[in-house]
C-alpha cells in the first residue's frame, strides 16, 4: 500500500487544493490556537492545520476566529407585523452583525404558521430577503394539518399558556398526549413553559417586580413538571428557563433548554418601565445570580435571545397594557463576549451554548471549527470596545434594555467561506435559505 502523504496536524478530508485559507488563533477542539483553515469550494471546512499550498491565504492576526452563533429562538413578525418593528430582511441583517448565522423564527406571526402552506407561503418571504440562514418552527395546534406540516417544518413549537397570534394552549391534561404525537415526527419541540393556572389576574403590574408576582417563578416550576418525563424519542427543548429550579429538574431528566441573555444579566430591579416587561418576567436579583452561576459552569445546554422586539411607543404605554418582549438578536452574542473579556466566564463555555448544541439540536452542520462542517465563522477583536446603544442597533424599533452596556462585536462573519460582514458592516448578499435538521424525514440537507 502506497504511503499517503498527510499534513503534520491536519485531518485531511480531501487532498485537493483549498479554495483559500484563514489563519489565526481559532477555537478549536475546546481552546484557542494557531491554526490554518482551508476552505473548499463549496464552502466547507476541509482540513485544519499546517497548510502547505498555494491558495490565497488571510490572516487575522490578533483577532480570534469562533465559530458564528444559532439563536435558535427569534420573533421577526412576519407575517403580519410592522417592518417599523422588525421584518425577516432587518431581522436576519442584526443576526450577521452580531455572529449569529443561524435563526430559528417562531410561530407566532398572524396568521400563526399552523399547516403546510402558510410555513411555505413564510418559506417564500426568506428566498432573497435573509441575510442567514433560517429556521421555521410550526404550531401544531391543528391536529389535521400536523402530517403535512412536519414533512415542511424546521421545528415544532409549543405554547402551554397563550400567547401573541395564539391564543389557545393545550390544556395541561392534554400536553401530554400532544408531546406524544409530536414524538412521531423526527422533529425538535420546544415549549415555552408557564402554567397559566398560576398566574395572578387580581394585580394590576406596575413595573418588572409587580410582573415576576404575576407570572411566578412556581407557573414554570409546575409547567416543567407537567413536561418531564418526556415521551421517547422526542427532542424536547424548553424554552426561556429563568430559575435553577428549572434549570436542575430538566438537567437530571436530559432535556435541552435555554436561558437568554435577558434572564441572566437582567434582574426585576434592573429598570422600572415597560421596556423590561417579558415573558417570562424578568427575576429576583438573587434567582438571577444563580442562573447566571449555572451558566458559567456550564449546566445551561442553549443560549438564545427569544429577540422580540416591539415599537418604542408601544412600550411607553403604561406598564398593564404594553406588550411582552425585548430585541436582542443582535446583542446576544457581543454581550456575552464582553463577559468573556471581563473574565466572568469561559470562551468554550459560551462556544458551547451559543455556537455547538444549538446547532446540533437543529441537526446543522454549524458551531463548530471542525473538518465537514461549514465555514460559518466569525473574527472577533476583544480589543475593540463597543458601548450598545438602541439608536447604533439594526432593530428597526430603536432601543435595547442593555443601553450602554460593554459589548464585543464581531469584526467579519463568514457564510460557507464568503464574507458577509467586514468591519462591522453587512458586505454580503441576501441569499439566506430555509434549513431543516439533516435528521428530518425528507430533509435534502
Ligand atoms: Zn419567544
Redesign the pocket.
Known amino acids: 500500500m502506497p504511503a499517503r502523504r498527510r499534513s503534520d496536524e491536519g485531518e485531511n478530508l480531501s487532498e485537493t487544493t483549498p479554495e483559500w485559507i484563514l489563519a489565526g488563533r481559532a477555537f478549536v477542539r475546546g481552546r484557542l490556537q494557531p491554526v490554518e483553515i482551508a476552505i473548499d469550494r463549496v464552502g466547507r471546512i476541509q482540513s485544519i492545520g499546517k497548510i502547505r499550498t498555494g491558495a490565497p491565504r488571510r490572516d487575522v492576526g490578533d483577532a480570534v476566529i469562533l465559530p458564528a452563533a444559532t439563536d435558535l429562538?427569534?420573533?421577526f413578525r412576519e407575517p403580519g407585523g410592522s417592518a417599523e418593528v422588525e421584518s425577516i430582511a432587518t431581522g436576519t441583517l442584526g443576526a450577521a452583525l452580531g455572529g449569529v448565522t443561524l435563526v430559528g423564527d417562531?410561530p407566532?406571526t398572524a396568521p400563526a404558521v399552523t399547516d403546510a402552506d402558510l410555513l411555505e407561503e413564510k418559506a417564500r418571504r426568506v428566498a432573497g430577503r435573509a441575510a442567514v440562514d433560517v429556521l421555521l418552527y410550526a404550531s401544531p395546534s391543528r391536529p389535521q394539518a400536523l402530517d403535512r406540516l412536519a414533512r415542511v417544518a424546521g421545528a415544532f413549537k409549543v405554547y402551554l399558556s397563550s400567547?401573541t397570534g395564539i391564543p389557545e394552549a393545550p390544556t395541561l391534561d392534554a400536553v401530554g398526549e400532544l408531546l406524544s404525537r409530536l414524538a412521531e415526527f423526527d422533529l425538535p419541540v420546544a415549549v415555552?413553559a408557564e402554567d397559566p393556572a398560576e398566574f395572578r389576574s387580581d394585580l394590576l403590574p406596575r413595573n418588572p417586580i409587580d410582573w415576576d408576582s404575576a407570572r411566578p417563578p412556581r407557573a414554570e416550576k409546575a409547567a416543567i413538571a407537567r413536561l418531564l418525563p418526556p415521551p421517547p424519542r422526542l427532542r424536547l427543548h424548553v424554552?426561556?428557563v429563568t430559575t435553577t429550579d428549572g434549570a436542575e429538574r430538566l438537567r437530571a431528566a436530559g432535556v435541552s433548554f435555554e436561558a437568554t441573555p435577558h434572564h441572566l444579566l437582567l434582574s426585576e430591579r434592573t429598570g422600572r418601565d415597560a421596556r423590561f416587561k417579558v415573558?417570562p418576567p424578568l427575576r429576583s436579583e438573587g434567582e438571577r445570580k444563580t442562573l447566571w452561576e449555572a451558566f458559567r459552569r456550564g449546566e445551561v445546554p442553549c443560549l438564545a435571545s427569544?429577540h422580540?422586539p416591539h415599537s418604542s411607543e408601544s412600550k411607553a404605554l403604561p406598564f398593564a397594557r404594553a406588550p411582552s418582549?425585548m430585541p436582542g438578536v443582535e446583542t446576544m452574542l457581543p454581550l456575552l463576549l464582553a463577559q468573556v473579556r471581563k473574565g466572568q466566564l469561559d470562551l468554550s463555555t459560551l462556544v458551547a451554548a451559543a455556537c455547538e448544541r444549538p446547532a446540533r439540536w437543529l441537526g446543522q452542520p454549524l458551531g463548530r471549527i471542525a473538518p465537514g462542517h461549514r465555514a460559518n465563522l466569525i473574527v472577533v477583536d476583544f480589543t475593540a470596545r463597543t458601548r450598545l446603544s438602541g439608536q447604533a442597533l439594526h432593530a428597526p424599533c430603536g432601543w435595547t434594555a442593555f443601553e450602554g452596556w460593554d459589548a464585543v462585536l464581531p469584526r467579519e462573519h463568514y457564510r460557507d467561506g464568503e464574507r458577509i460582514v467586514e468591519n462591522g458592516e453587512f458586505v454580503g448578499r441576501p441569499s439566506g435559505k430555509v434549513l431543516r435538521p439533516e435528521y428530518a424525514t425528507g430533509a435534502s440537507g
Open positions: 429562538h427569534v420573533h417562531m407566532n400567547t415555552h424554552a426561556h415573558n427569544d422580540a418582549g
